[in-house]
């Protein structure tokens, strides 16, 4: 059974960080991209970043996010990682990280069947 399960959002202030986690089972960790969304209360679910070791290796992080947010994993560990940094009141949302056996990264959520729980971002001003 494949679980994906988010870890390490909290309140913070602008400015600060966080390190979300997804903690991966279930499946062959080299074989799927994981991606990381997030969705604001009213708003679409959006791409965050991409990694994917499997097939061609890549990553992905949105262009308005990049310079701030970088996606990493531990394979050894099955889990992946998302380092926030500078954040804005904007990235508050709840961030959810979610697998598939593609073979490179993608932003678009109907290409993901595995979704984890979610994690609460909260960033006050």
């Known amino acids: 059974e494949v679980q994906l399960v988010e870890s390490g959002g909290g309140l913070v202030q602008a400015g600060g960080s966080l390190r979300l986690s997804c903690a991966a089972s279930?499946?062959?960790?080299?074989?799927?991209?994981i991606g990381w969304f997030r969705q604001a209360p009213g708003k679409e679910r959006e791409g965050v970043s991409c990694?994917?070791?499997?097939?061609?290796?890549?990553?992905y992080v949105a262009d308005s996010l990049k310079g701030r947010f970088t996606v990493s994993s531990d394979n050894a560990k099955n889990t992946v990682y998302l380092q926030m940094n500078n954040l804005k009141p904007e990235d508050t949302a709840l961030y959810y990280c979610?697998?598939?056996?593609?073979?490179?990264?993608?932003?678009?959520?109907?290409?993901?069947?595995?979704w984890g729980q979610g994690t609460q971002v909260t960033v006050s001003s």
């Open positions: 279930g499946f062959t960790f080299d074989d799927y991209a």
């Open positions: 990694i994917s070791s499997g097939g061609y290796r890549s990553t």
């Open positions: 979610a697998a598939d056996k593609i073979p490179r990264c993608s932003s678009d959520r109907y290409e993901y069947g595995y």
